[in-house]
């Protein structure tokens, strides 16, 4: 039953593909009260005879991070950021804070319920629900109908990815640039599968952990989140607006450990890439995550993509146009996401994966810090992938992965020898 609502999802991917973000869309935002009723959504305890467990509302008002973003406009340290900026309005009131702390539509497309203190709500995922609203609560309802009415297709993982990383990646219409971070703003670190097991789930209800399962099929979440996220790299990194701030290119989009690190520790970082000391180098943390989905999903494609990676970085070095290199390898992109939608992942995948990243980690490849947080993050995820499908054992690996995790735990304290000593003791468990 899981593979056939995949298959659904692959069949009417062109169909899901030109449905917009919900905060793009033409409808009408009816807001959270619309959902809240104890016999729709707002159940304090899931209904165990029920499709759906109900109790969603109650989750999300109470358990999910989500349902507080726009109270985290009104503290001290977001106004401080917007008195940084020298915003003309506090955080709360401006449009690139309010893009992604709550569900910013146009007054136009406001229903009587709406409001945007209620922070990131249920139709900024779901979409909003003038058009389904009705038709997703009849006897006999079929998704189908509701998703051609405007609901998102959130079971599909690539559009479910890409409503994710609006915000907590970036795209061409709303991006935390570097200024923002200079002012105050937290650094992004972002990884799918990762983030979707840290969200309260609200999904299962009566069908099960099969049903689970099929929402948050982690190897391919792993893996089409680090694809698109390496392509939405590319396409900034060339956006007429959002590559360039000024004189200078978005510099959010680089490693900020080029530049942000003691004088007196001397490093070249740039060396696997042939970069010479003093680049600034492009945040490849997501490129390199996808040689390791290449190698198994794509294996005649993975060299050139490698290949096509590490001219990108020669070409920003030297001061080369990048057009043409990003270019190839947005090519290379538009092949490999399908085919990681299609792919199986087996056990022999996640094993191999598992030992890419502990291959390259150890060849050096995972100097930079953002790296090896995307690197440990998928270790973390393979690794539990592994367990679930009865791929080796979880108990012992569990003091490996947390010394793996203690290595990337203070971004400013990261040293490249402390995390390769730390994968060599996960690479001994499988020797």
């Not at 062109?14 to 919900?22: G, R, S």
């Not at 497309?109 to 945007?116: F, L, P, T």
């Not at 490996?400 to 000593?421: C, G, K, L, S, W």
């Amino acid at each position: 039953m899981r593979g056939f609502l995949f298959s659904l999802g692959f069949l009417f991917g062109t169909a899901f593909a030109a449905t917009p973000l919900p905060a793009q869309s033409p409808h009408k935002t009816l807001g959270v009260a619309t959902c809240a009723s104890s016999l729709c959504h707002g159940s304090v305890t899931p209904w165990e005879d029920g499709k759906i467990r109900q109790d969603e509302y109650v989750l999300w008002s109470r358990h999910d991070p989500h349902a507080r973003s726009f109270e985290t406009l009104m503290n001290e340290k977001s106004q401080g950021i917007a008195k940084k900026l020298g915003l003309p309005k506090p955080a709360h009131e401006t449009q690139e804070c309010l893009d992604c702390h709550t569900h910013s539509v146009p007054p136009a497309r406001r229903g009587e319920g709406y409001a945007a203190t209620d922070g990131i709500q249920c139709e900024a995922c779901h979409g909003p629900a003038e058009r389904w609203i009705q038709s997703h609560v009849e006897k006999d309802a079929k998704r189908g109908e509701s998703l051609a009415r405007g609901l998102y297709p959130t079971r599909n993982p690539t559009r479910r990815a890409e409503l994710c990383m609006s915000c907590h990646f970036g795209n061409e219409q709303k991006l935390v640039t570097h200024r923002m971070m200079a002012a105050g703003h937290p650094r992004l670190a972002f990884e799918f599968d990762t983030f979707t097991h840290l969200q309260p789930a609200h999904y299962g209800g009566a069908r099960g952990a099969a049903g689970a399962e099929g929402l948050s099929d982690g190897a391919r979440n792993w893996a089409i989140g680090q694809a698109l996220m390496a392509q939405t790299l590319l396409e900034l990194l060339v956006h007429p607006k959002r590559g360039r701030d000024g004189f200078f290119p978005e510099l959010v989009l680089f490693d900020c450990h080029a530049c942000h690190h003691p004088m007196s520790k001397a490093r070249n970082a740039g060396a696997r890439l042939g970069v010479q000391p003093g680049a600034v180098r492009l945040n490849d943390s997501n490129l390199l995550m996808v040689r390791h989905i290449a190698r198994r999903v794509a294996p005649r494609d993975a060299a050139a993509i490698s290949e096509a990676s590490k001219a990108v970085h020669v070409a920003i070095a030297n001061g080369e146009s990048i057009s043409v290199r990003v270019g190839e390898l947005r090519k290379s992109f538009e092949k490999l996401i399908p085919a990681i939608e299609k792919h199986q992942f087996t056990g022999e995948d996640l094993q191999a994966i598992l030992e890419s990243l502990i291959a390259d980690g150890l060849a050096g490849e995972y100097s930079d810090y953002q790296g090896a947080e995307q690197a440990a993050m998928a270790l973390q995820a393979v690794a539990d992938f592994m367990s679930r499908r009865g791929v080796g054992a979880a108990a012992p690996l569990r003091p490996a992965m947390q010394r793996i995790m203690a290595a990337v735990a203070n971004d400013e304290a990261y040293r490249p020898e402390e995390f390769a000593e730390a994968l060599r003791s996960l690479k001994a468990l499988y020797q």
